[in-house]
């Protein structure tokens, strides 16, 4: 794909995120959840969300795949991820939990993978419309302004998102919780947002899929910081080929706190 075409991925991405953001902010306070098998929230938004990305890219780049959090089968008329060289990932709401609740933190998460390495991110924060994105190789920006990390050092200080497992064996495996400010605003691609725009020094999770982390690790390798799974090993390129609903940990910050986060932390990877 050309440098040209990227832009073009982009402005696609950024459509598509402005129509996500008036459907959420239309229907939010006033929509039902319904639970899902793992007992996640889903509400007709986040489907109304991903049906409407799902047309904009079939229409403008029909030979792409698409992975999506709530469409549990490929679309019929798109190439597979396994097969297509191109697949966009997407969580069309991030943090329905709180979007059900009517806390307003959620957003909208759009990665273009190129052989499984996001090449293309964005993520938006669908209350304030505050946008992250990035192109591999160019930078991680705000509007005009350039994202990079927090180059703090790890010290009590520190402001980390923290978000365990659900049988609470992380807290049990990371010495480090009890030494920094723990923070989860329930939406992991947010997290991963405010880690490239050095608002929070680092980011663990010890649960999430692809969609979750696809845009955001774009942005925080291009804003200079680091992604791995939770035991250092490397997380991208993602593998289309298996398993493409399967859960990630990982741990990510500047190259400091990473190291310091690893040292301290002793979980085993997904």
Request: glycine share 6%; net charge negative.
């Amino acid at each position: 794909m050309s440098e040209l075409n990227l832009d073009n991925a982009l402005r696609l991405a950024q459509q598509m995120a402005a129509t996500a953001q008036h459907f959420a902010t239309t229907d939010f306070r006033n929509i039902e959840a319904r639970t899902k098998a793992d007992g996640s929230d889903v509400t007709d938004t986040d489907q109304r969300i991903e049906r409407m990305m799902a047309d904009f890219i079939r229409r403008t780049f029909p030979d792409h795949a698409l992975l999506a959090e709530e469409d549990q089968k490929q679309p019929a008329d798109m190439p597979s991820p396994a097969d297509a060289r191109y697949c966009w990932v997407v969580d069309p709401l991030d943090g329905t939990r709180n979007y059900v609740r009517g806390l307003p933190c959620f957003s909208t998460s759009i990665a273009l993978l190129d052989a499984g390495t996001p090449v293309v991110a964005l993520i938006r924060h669908l209350v304030t419309g505050a946008t992250y994105t990035a192109i591999r190789g160019r930078g991680a920006h705000s509007g005009e302004r350039k994202l990079q990390v927090a180059q703090r050092p790890f010290e009590p200080h520190n402001v980390v998102t923290f978000q365990p497992a659900s049988d609470g064996r992380t807290y049990d495996n990371a010495a480090w919780v009890r030494n920094v400010h723990a923070r989860n605003f329930g939406s992991t691609a947010l997290h991963l947002a405010m880690l490239a725009d050095g608002n929070i020094d680092a980011s663990i999770c010890e649960q999430n899929r692809m969609w979750d982390i696809a845009a955001g690790a774009l942005l925080v390798t291009e804003a200079g910081g680091m992604i791995t799974r939770i035991d250092g090993s490397p997380i991208l390129p993602f593998d289309l080929r298996t398993n493409t609903r399967s859960e990630f940990a990982f741990l990510a910050g500047n190259a400091q706190m990473h190291t310091a986060l690893l040292a301290s932390t002793k979980l085993t990877p997904r």
